[in-house]
């Protein structure tokens, strides 16, 4: 176990190299305590000089370095802010941030750039409007030319390194979640299930999600059963 003052407290930016004095990499900014609705929560913000996004991790409790529990939470500002039942997202934040409290410590990295799978707001906004005519959202991306999943896990997992976290329980329906963290160095212990009950305006994206970007989604075959 880690106490989390002595890891969060230096400015530490050991995700950092520097090239003719051009920083790449992350370097993380300041941590701030954040109380919410859900628990007291660090808040340790990042600036990725790759892509100029700022990061942000929601530490609670102690970190450990082997099996911290750990959500990547891609931004998504329609289900996040304005509550969105297009999607799961914001109630797959909310779950997990309660979850982390309940198991006493984790952290959920809050992913910026990640809007719409990474294409960004508007082409979100684009490709949605696509799947009201009719395409399901992976054919919706692919009309508009752009790709089906856009995301880069880097900087999370660089993200955790600095917090000195070593192996995950990763709370995620997405295999490519674990394979990018193994990619970049975190170990995966145990992928944790976070499954929403589906409504009726999320069924059809929820489906495509297990049937052509591989998430595990069980609980949609009592939905498809029954429908």
Do not use: W
Request: proline content about 4%; hydrophobic content about 35%.
């Amino acid at each position: 176990m880690t106490d989390i003052d002595g890891v969060l407290g230096g400015n530490a930016s050991s995700g950092v190299t520097r090239i003719a004095n051009v920083p790449t990499g992350i370097t993380r900014v300041v941590n701030a305590p954040l109380p919410t609705k859900y628990g007291d929560f660090q808040a340790v913000g990042y600036l990725d000089h790759d892509r100029g996004d700022e990061q942000v991790a929601l530490v609670f409790g102690d970190i450990e370095e082997e099996g911290m529990l750990v959500r990547l939470h891609s931004e998504c500002l329609t289900g996040d802010a304005f509550g969105s039942t297009h999607c799961e997202c914001g109630p797959q934040l909310s779950t997990a941030l309660r979850q982390v409290v309940a198991e006493g410590r984790g952290i959920v990295v809050y992913l910026r750039g990640h809007e719409g799978r990474g294409i960004g707001l508007l082409a979100k906004l684009r490709a949605m409007k696509l799947q009201s005519e009719g395409l399901d959202t992976v054919e919706a991306n692919l009309a508009l030319g752009l790709p089906v999943d856009a995301r880069d896990y880097r900087v999370a997992a660089e993200i955790l390194h600095d917090l000195g976290v070593r192996s995950v329980r990763l709370l995620s329906n997405n295999p490519r979640k674990r394979d990018a963290l193994l990619r970049h160095g975190i170990k995966v212990d145990e992928q944790v299930s976070l499954l929403i009950p589906p409504c009726e305006n999320n069924i059809t994206y929820l489906r495509t999600k297990r049937e052509r970007l591989d998430h595990y989604l069980p609980h949609l075959d009592a939905v498809v059963q029954s429908s």
